[in-house]
């Protein structure tokens, strides 16, 4: 993605939105597997969310 003039194109802003929406949501679905089997390592965490998040 190149940007011109500092300014991101409207494609590159749908894109970004996109991605930063899909980050929050399996940053929140992450939440309640830490809390519930207070699993706080992080390739634990990978390992046991892996399939979940996918």
């Known amino acids: 993605m190149e940007l011109s ?3 991101a194109k409207p494609r ?3 894109s970004l939105a996109a991605l930063c929406s899909a980050y929050a949501e ?5 939440v309640s597997v830490v809390r519930e089997h207070c699993v706080w390592k992080r390739v ?4 046991g969310t892996y399939t979940l998040l996918h």
């Open 5 to 7: 003039g500092g300014q």
């Open 12 to 14: 590159q802003e749908g």
């Open 26 to 30: 399996a940053s929140n679905r992450l």
């Open 44 to 47: 634990a965490l990978q390992r």
